[in-house]
């Protein structure tokens, strides 16, 4: 993979910012779009805009087949076993709060247990707080070891005949682990629960198959993975999905409506009433073609070595704390420089050109767990290069020396 030419197939990254060339280390927040995905929306704004699946006409039928399209790629892409396994979302955030406010709402009771980590994004925190909170069940929290591993040790004695549900992240946005989710959906199936996956930092950077994970339920976001932003992906195995009730009504998601009692449809449409996200979904599918045309592995390789290199070069600098497994298997590394606050860093480095990230990442329990209020986040992605590392090393440098 050649990291030089990919980059020229994303128009944005040509640009210069404060008179120099843009470097953006900021992928896991969103990842830019290639001329790929921007021309697939554009021509399906210039051709085929309808609404979707009740239209007759040659513009609806177009529209519908290239969403129901889009469908079974993402069935195909993470390995579901069907494509009404698919639900398409804002993103995974929606999905993981209609996990919680459907699935989570319908079978946790009063003392039962939800078990998640503190390095969860707040979107998989908050959700299982609040249904908690109201259900009065007990939200239980598995330990890290020092550098951020996941303690399965402590895993084994936290997850309890008494626990419904344990939800974790594939991969932390902040840390950079991959987290153990097969040997946890085995521990969780072993006592009844089930087991859900926050896929946003995973899926665009490594092959994902959801039945060899043998997760329940698996979330993910389009822009992360070169898509628009506005289109997500809740995909649940069937069964689970079935016994589950709609959280959103309208058109769409309906079978037969009276004036006091109404019938849903069939999976998936019972979960994605009012009209659709249409072109954010053909976006996803053709930046998953994007992807697929490079391949997922060579994506996972390009990145391992660049956070390997990464992690050397920061630690060369003296002051730089780097937090997580120093052995890295994607390109996300968050850092701290001695005596100057993330935001100042993230500011000086935007002057030369750098785009990173600085902040709690919506990670706040996380960040009491490091001991700091802020970090800085450098995520690399298929279109970063070992110059731009050279790049943000040498800006740490002088950043480092602006601040004495």
Known sequence: MNALELKKQFPILQQEINGHPLVYLDSAATSQKPVAVLDALKHFYEWDNANVHRGVH??????????????????????????????????????????????GF???????????????????????????????????????????????????????????IVATSYVS?????????????????WHGAVMVVDGAQSTPHMKVDVRDLDCDFYAFSGHKMCAPTGIGVLYGKKHL???????EYG??????????ESSWKELPWKFEGGTPIIAGAVGLAAAIDFLESIGMDEIHRHETQLAA??????????????????????GLITFNLQDVHPHDVATVLDASGIAIRAGHHCC???????????????????YNTEQDIDRLADALIQTKEYFG
């Open 251 to 260: 058109g769409e998601m309906i079978d037969d409506v009276g004036l006091y």
């Open 241 to 247: 999905l079935e016994s589950m009730e709609p959280i």
């Open 309 to 330: 290199y990464a992690m050397s070069r920061l630690s060369e600098i003296e002051g730089v704390t780097l937090y997580g497994p120093r052995e890295r298997k994607v």
């Open 58 to 103: 040659t513009l609806g039928s177009r529209a519908t087949d290239a969403y129901e399209g889009a469908r079974d790629k993402v069935a195909r892409f993470i390995g579901a076993a069907r494509r009404e396994e698919i639900i398409f979302t804002r993103g995974t955030t929606a999905s993981l709060n209609l996990i919680a406010s459907s699935y």
């Open 364 to 382: 706040q329990p996380l960040m009491r767990w490091l001991k700091a209020s802020a970090t800085a986040r450098a995520s690399l992605y298929l």
């Open 173 to 189: 946005n902040v840390l950079g682990v991959v987290n153990p989710v097969k040997q946890l959906a085995e521990l969780a199936h």
């Open 106 to 164: 319908g079978v946790i009771e009063e003392g039962d247990e939800i078990v998640i980590t503190p390095m969860e994004h707040h979107s998989n925190l908050i959700p299982w707080q609040q249904l908690a909170l109201k259900k009065k069940a007990v939200l239980k929290y598995i330990s890290l070891h020092p550098d951020g591993n996941i303690d399965m040790e402590d895993a084994e004695k936290t997850i309890t005949d008494k626990t419904k």
